[in-house]
């Protein structure tokens, strides 16, 4: 037995892509979802929401969401006009993995439909505290805390991370996630294996909008810390990057692990548009930009290149991550808060570098290199 979620009269949908219904004619409907694979829904429940596009919608259509009545822990759906399906989910206090069929069916004409499905998926809440009511079970040791900043990102949305980290960690803490009402933001995931948080968002075609993302750390009977991001979205699409910049010289410094203490490698990057002889040898009228690589340890000890791949923006010493700053002509600094970095080597073995990245102020920064690469092992200095 199935229970309706919601029932809605549609007149036209459009949004992104996933599964899909095969069509006879081009006149016969489709619904695609706004995600690949399985709905992974936060531990600690809450709102969520997914997208889903609706193709050659039929006059008289109607759409049904659905999902078996006895997953009594998936709450109402809602469907809004910009083809989102939102719902409330219970925290999963039970200690194993639970899912549930979720399905799209949309009936048009007489007796045809089209249907579109997906599991969403949860996992059990991390457990806590033995007794966290019991007031004489404090924690005594050091103050944890939440650290994340703001994130800006480019008007043509996406699917974004942000980072954060615990400091001070305390063993069976909870950590539990709230988020400002967005319409516009989606598929809202706190990677807790990672200490990353994923979520997606829609083009802006308007002006320039926020919406904020605050963790609270409860590591005992009335002790809690929390901290809040704010996600700036610029205000609308632009015909290409803010700034770009194919960079002409490169000096790289390898450091080791020794300042991670783990196994990630950091590797130093300065690259310039006005060659330089030194790393930070800033030339009048130069633009500059700083970047450190956080990965693996070189493939060839002998070299002390960074490993090849996709390293998304960070500012703690993750794995495959990387942290950038931009100086420009009159050497006034620039930070970032989003990006992606794509790393390689041709033949010959010079570097291929391209860098897309959001600034703090909301301008994207496309810098790319090509060519000679070398990195002075300074370890031991």
């Given at each position: 037995?199935?229970?309706?979620?919601?029932?809605?009269?549609?007149?036209?949908?459009?949004?992104?892509?996933?599964?899909?219904?095969?069509?006879?004619?081009?006149?016969?409907?489709?619904?695609?979802?706004?995600?690949?694979g399985d709905f992974i829904?936060?531990?600690?429940?809450?709102?969520?929401?997914?997208?889903?596009?609706?193709?050659?919608?039929?006059?008289?259509?109607?759409?049904?969401?659905?999902?078996?009545?006895?997953?009594?822990?998936?709450?109402?759906?809602?469907?809004?006009?910009?083809?989102?399906?939102?719902?409330?989910?219970?925290?999963?206090?039970?200690?194993?993995?639970?899912?549930?069929?979720?399905?799209?069916?949309?009936?048009?004409?007489?007796?045809?439909?089209?249907?579109?499905?997906?599991?969403?998926?949860?996992?059990?809440?991390?457990?806590?505290?033995?007794?966290?009511?019991?007031?004489?079970?404090?924690?005594?040791?050091?103050?944890?805390?939440?650290?994340?900043?703001?994130?800006?990102?480019?008007?043509?949305?996406?699917?974004?991370?942000?980072?954060?980290?615990?400091?001070?960690?305390?063993?069976?803490?909870?950590?539990?996630?709230?988020?400002?009402?967005?319409?516009?933001?989606?598929?809202?995931?706190?990677?807790?294996?990672?200490?990353?948080?994923?979520?997606?968002?829609?083009?802006?075609?308007?002006?320039?909008?926020?919406?904020?993302?605050?963790?609270?750390?409860?590591?005992?009977?009335?002790?809690?810390?929390?901290?809040?991001?704010?996600?700036a979205q610029s205000a609308?699409?632009?015909?290409?990057?803010?700034?770009?910049?194919?960079?002409?010289?490169?000096?790289?410094?390898?450091?080791g692990n020794k300042k991670?203490?783990?196994?990630?490698?950091?590797?130093?990057?300065?690259?310039?548009?006005?060659?330089?002889?030194?790393?930070?040898?800033?030339?009048?009228?130069?633009?500059?930009?700083?970047?450190?690589?956080?990965?693996?340890?070189?493939?060839?000890?002998?070299?002390?290149?960074?490993?090849?791949?996709?390293?998304?923006?960070?500012?703690?010493?993750?794995?495959?991550?990387?942290?950038?700053?931009?100086?420009?002509?009159?050497?006034?600094?620039?930070?970032?808060?989003?990006?992606?970095?794509?790393?390689?080597?041709?033949?010959?073995?010079?570097?291929?570098?391209?860098?897309?990245?959001?600034?703090?102020?909301?301008?994207?920064?496309?810098?790319?290199?090509?060519?000679?690469?070398?990195?002075?092992?300074?370890?031991?200095?």
């Open positions: 037995m199935r229970k309706i979620l919601f029932f809605l009269t549609l007149t036209a949908a459009a949004v992104l892509a996933g599964c899909q219904e095969k069509s006879e004619t081009e006149a016969v409907p489709e619904l695609r979802l706004g995600f690949t829904l936060a531990p600690e429940g809450g709102d969520t929401s997914f997208v889903y596009t609706l193709e050659s919608p039929a006059a008289d259509g109607k759409l049904k969401v659905s999902a078996p009545e006895s997953e009594t822990w998936l709450g109402e759906c809602k469907v809004a006009d910009n083809s989102t399906v939102t719902f409330t989910v219970e925290p999963n206090e039970t200690d194993a993995e639970r899912s549930a069929e979720i399905t799209l069916t949309y009936f048009y004409g007489e007796g045809s439909i089209v249907e579109c499905g997906f599991m969403a998926v949860q996992s059990p809440v991390p457990a806590g505290p033995d007794d966290p009511d019991d007031p004489d079970e404090p924690w005594t040791g050091p103050v944890p805390d939440v650290i994340m900043v703001d994130m800006s990102v480019p008007a043509e949305g996406g699917l974004y991370k942000l980072l954060y980290y615990i400091a001070e960690p305390v063993p069976g803490a909870k950590l539990y996630m709230t988020c400002s009402d967005a319409w516009w933001v989606s598929d809202v995931v706190c990677d807790t294996v990672n200490s990353e948080i994923s979520f997606r968002v829609a083009p802006n075609d308007g002006e320039r909008r926020t919406f904020s993302i605050t963790l609270t750390y409860v590591y005992g009977p009335g002790q809690e810390t929390s901290a809040t991001a704010e996600i609308s699409a632009s015909e290409g990057p803010d700034y770009e910049w194919d960079m002409v010289k490169m000096m790289g410094e390898y450091m991670t203490y783990t196994d990630v490698h950091v590797y130093y990057t300065y690259m310039s548009n006005i060659t330089f002889d030194a790393p930070d040898d800033y030339l009048s009228g130069s633009c500059s930009y700083d970047v450190e690589i956080y990965g693996p340890e070189p493939l060839d000890p002998d070299i002390l290149l960074p490993v090849g791949g996709t390293y998304e923006y960070g500012t703690t010493y993750m794995m495959n991550t990387f942290n950038i700053t931009y100086r420009d002509a009159f050497g006034d600094w620039y930070y970032f808060n989003s990006g992606t970095m794509t790393l390689g080597y041709d033949e010959e073995g010079n570097m291929l570098m391209d860098i897309l990245a959001t600034d703090e102020d909301g301008m994207i920064h496309h810098v790319t290199y090509a060519g000679p690469a070398n990195y002075v092992d300074i370890r031991e200095e």
